[in-house]
């Protein structure tokens, strides 16, 4: 059975935010309309993570007077598990701050997990209607394997740090929002209390991604498809850059298709039981997992020290966060990690900044080889906009390359287009063709530098007429002033340059593959048979 698909366009965004917003770029966001009048439905719940036999309590919105709830498992095929029609609507009040203090909307509907529900990811998808009008909106859960079955060889630990970061329901996100005196600036606190936005739960086929189709085309402006697509469609605008629609699930639905054997879990779930992944041989990270809790990184590197596998194929490792509030709040100060509370105590390690800046200085390259400040944006806008799309390959006798038919110089995933949006990189040096790690940024000059691309932190103005600058230069000044303490041309330039690497590293007694890039699920979905052949050389490596 195949996912029913809604014909009329759910309200674009709330009413307010969307007459603000008159470009693509503009901010707005998705959220309750406040208005009576308005037929919507909006619902969370208050965890992400649930396994057989737990209670889900729903908490749903509407200013309809009844309801429907469809529960699918949203893995290689969409099935329905649970179907529930009239229930009764109740229209709650959202406080202004819902964004970092959640929506405190009362329980509407709670069901218990079966056990013959198998792991994965289920969709739920809320539906009302009234005077003709209909509105559907979603929101997903991760069901895990009940825990008296065997233990999955594989663990998908879904980047919810990330999710939470991006997710603008309500109004702010760590990125922009409507937090501050002057109701203009992101939340460094982000609540879990809340619904997701539109877009991240599920996406029609052929939403456009973050790196569009082709290389741009020189001569015309640069586009961001994505953003026009959100804008006209009403969608949020950060869908392309986060959520279970635009990462895991292209994984999740691939892996299954394959025969892998998955478990599900959350970032948050490492946070709140440091020991999960020791019941797994190898734990996967995909898409976009640009926020990470100290917590959860130590469960990494404890589990790669004792022999785990890490196989990463995702891009963007930059931010510290703390977990706060039992798991219900999520801290990053970002840029502004000097009103970080922590600063100046004796727990300032555990500031939420980039991890390569005092007073945090815990690279990145420690746990994953490569880091988000040595990577950053490629086939991105203008950000190496005109790249190949896909690797350069530097050692491909490597055992992750076997089978694929690559060679020195080849481009892996160029058609799939699967090296951006964000990548993480490395420092290196060139030596008889091969790049080395250099070791000056943490990274062990051991490791192998599989393949290679070129990125950027700046975006370059080219002054051709009608194009708007999207990235500019924020993210390059925040670099010089981080890495070199002060903005000047000359560290503005060394802060320019960027890369992203495929790297393996024998880490303690286990391992780590990185591929370190967002895209690398398009390979995957796009049945780029190359991709495929690497992802499949890790996995079953790593399952030994
Ligand atoms: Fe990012």
């Not at 329980?107 to 739920?124: A, H, K, M, N």
Request: proline share 6%.
């Amino acid at each position: 059975m195949t996912t029913p698909r809604s014909e009329s366009a759910a309200p674009a965004n709330t009413p307010r935010t969307r007459a603000k917003a008159r470009h693509i770029l503009d901010n707005y966001y998705i959220g309750p309309a406040r208005d009576e009048a308005v037929l919507e439905i909006w619902g969370y719940t208050p965890r992400f993570t649930y396994a057989p036999g737990d209670t889900v309590a729903l908490h749903v919105s509407t200013t309809a007077a009844a309801w429907d709830l469809e529960i699918g498992r949203d893995g290689a095929d969409y099935h329905q598990v649970l179907r529930e029609t009239g229930l009764r609507g109740t229209y709650q009040p959202t406080p202004a701050d819902c964004s970092v203090k959640g929506c405190d909307w009362a329980v509407s509907y709670e069901f218990t997990i079966p056990d013959d529900w198998q792991e994965g990811g289920y969709l739920l998808t809320l539906t009302a209607e009234r005077g003709g009008d209909r509105v559907e909106e979603h929101h997903l859960i991760l069901v895990r394997r009940a825990p008296d079955l065997p233990a999955a060889p594989y663990l998908l630990v879904c980047a919810t740090g990330t999710w939470l970061a991006y997710n603008c329901w309500g109004g702010s996100n760590h990125y922009q929002g409507i937090t501050g005196p002057e109701g203009n600036e992101f939340a460094p606190v982000v609540s879990t209390q809340r619904p997701w936005t539109r877009g991240f739960c599920k996406l029609p086929e052929g939403a456009p991604r973050a790196v569009p189709e082709t290389p741009h085309v020189p001569g015309g402006m640069v586009r961001y498809p994505y953003m026009e697509w959100a804008y006209a469609y009403g969608y949020s605008k950060k869908y392309a850059s986060s959520g279970w629609a635009s990462y895991e699930r292209h994984f999740a639905r691939w892996a299954e298709m394959q025969g892998y054997e998955l478990d599900f879990a959350t970032q948050h779930d490492l946070e709140a039981d440091p020991d999960l992944l020791s019941r797994h041989k190898c734990a996967i990270f995909v898409g976009h997992d640009e926020y990470w809790s100290a917590n959860m990184r130590h469960a990494v590197d404890r589990f790669t020290e004792n022999g785990g596998r890490v196989a990463r194929f995702a891009g963007n490792f930059l931010w510290q966060t703390r977990i706060e509030d039992e798991g219900r709040a999520q801290v990053c100060y970002k840029y502004n990690a000097a009103q970080d509370p922590l600063l100046g105590t004796d727990q300032e390690h555990l500031t939420t900044a980039a991890w390569e800046v005092a007073p945090v200085n815990w690279p990145g390259t420690k746990t994953f080889g490569a880091n988000g400040l040595q990577g950053m944006y490629t086939g991105f806008g203008r950000c190496a906009g005109q790249g190949s799309g896909g690797y350069t390959v530097y050692r491909p006798q490597h055992w992750a390359f076997e089978g694929a038919q690559l060679g020195y110089g080849d481009q892996l995933g160029a058609m799939s287009r699967i090296f951006g949006y964000e990548v993480d990189g490395v420092d290196y040096r060139m030596e008889d063709g091969l790049p080395y790690a250099t070791g000056s940024d943490g990274a062990d000059p051991q490791m192998q530098i599989l393949a290679l691309g070129l990125a950027t932190n700046i975006e370059p103005d080219h002054g051709v007429w009608g194009e708007t600058i999207y990235i500019g230069d924020g993210d390059v000044v925040f670099k010089a002033e981080a890495m070199h303490g002060e903005v000047t041309p000359e560290t503005i330039d060394r802060s320019a340059r960027g890369n992203g690497v495929i790297v393996h590293w024998q880490r303690g007694q286990g391992e780590v593959f990185n591929a370190a890039t967002c895209e690398w699920v398009m390979g995957l979905t796009r049945r780029d048979w190359q991709v495929e052949r690497v992802t499949r050389n890790v996995l079953d490596r790593f399952r030994a």
